[in-house]
């Protein structure tokens, strides 16, 4: 079964750091573009930050500067490195992906999510 997987979540005070990593599982022949999404309760889930094959990156205004999205194209992986996180960083985190099945097929995917609490 093909999916994407989530994890480094959890609770960190004002201005800590978090690492999330998004694994591609199953039969993957590839990843294309991913992207982090993020929900806070109550509110849409808006795009956080968005990686191409090729790494061109692109952020939303309310991350820049804070956040980074890398990827190991060899591991199917892509980490949202995230530093001087403020409250309203809070929220359910979900991974977005375009990933190319061995056998041939091309699909979109969602992660799980994985909660970010930002408090003191």
């Known amino acids: 079964q093909v999916q994407l997987v989530e994890s480094g979540g959890g609770w960190v005070q004002p201005g800590g750091s978090l690492r999330l990593s998004c694994t591609a599982s199953g039969s993957i022949r590839s990843m294309t573009a991913v992207a982090w999404y993020r929900q806070a309760p109550g509110k849409q889930r808006d795009l956080v930050a968005r990686?191409?094959?090729?790494?061109?990156?692109n952020y939303a205004d309310s991350v820049k500067g804070r956040f980074t999205i890398s990827r190991d194209n060899a591991n199917n992986t892509v980490y949202l490195q995230m530093n001087s996180l403020k409250p309203e960083d809070t929220a359910v985190y979900y991974c977005?992906?375009?990933?190319?099945?061995?056998?041939?097929?091309?699909?979109?995917?969602w992660g799980q999510g994985t909660q970010v609490t930002v408090s003191s």
């Open positions: 977005n992906g375009d990933l190319l099945t061995r056998r041939g097929n091309f699909g979109n995917y």
């Open positions: 990686i191409t094959s090729g790494g061109i990156t």
